[in-house]
């Protein structure tokens, strides 16, 4: 299994903005898929974005669509999520993953993807 790191969270007013950074202990496999989850005390984990490694696909939940967008970097080791135009009710813990099947067969289902990492607080005050 890979080892992910995430960073970049915070607190942000409404409005603002945060780009997450997740670290890969190695490079993700063309193919594999990758994500950006969410949770709330009390409520299950969320998908927010996936991505295709070298696949050039993305998929967006409809709450996020078109204020997200989920990237890597060239050597496929880190994972972006960069997230304006930020809401209140955005505020969880936000967790990188992967491992999540070949060519995103489940984009947003958490029992799909084999690796997670620690999870980092976002916070969006109004």
């Known amino acids: 299994q890979v080892q992910l790191v995430e960073s970049g969270g915070g607190s942000v007013q409404a409005g603002g903005s945060l780009r997450l950074s997740c670290a890969a202990s190695?490079?993700?496999?063309?193919?594999?898929?990758m994500g950006w989850f969410r949770q709330v005390p009390g409520k299950e984990r969320e998908g927010v974005a996936s991505i295709v490694t070298s696949g050039g696909i993305t998929y967006y939940s409809d709450s996020v669509k078109g204020r997200f967008t989920i990237s890597q970097d060239n050597f496929k080791i880190t994972l972006y999520l960069q997230m304006n135009s930020l809401k209140p009710e955005y505020t969880a813990m936000f967790y990188c993953?992967?491992?999540?099947?070949?060519?995103?067969?489940?984009?947003?289902?958490?029992?799909?993807?084999?690796?997670w990492g620690q999870g980092i607080q976002v916070t969006v005050s109004s």
């Open positions: 993953a992967a491992g999540g099947g070949w060519y995103c067969p489940r984009p947003f289902d958490a029992a799909s993807f084999g690796s």
């Open positions: 190695r490079y993700t496999y063309n193919g594999d898929c």
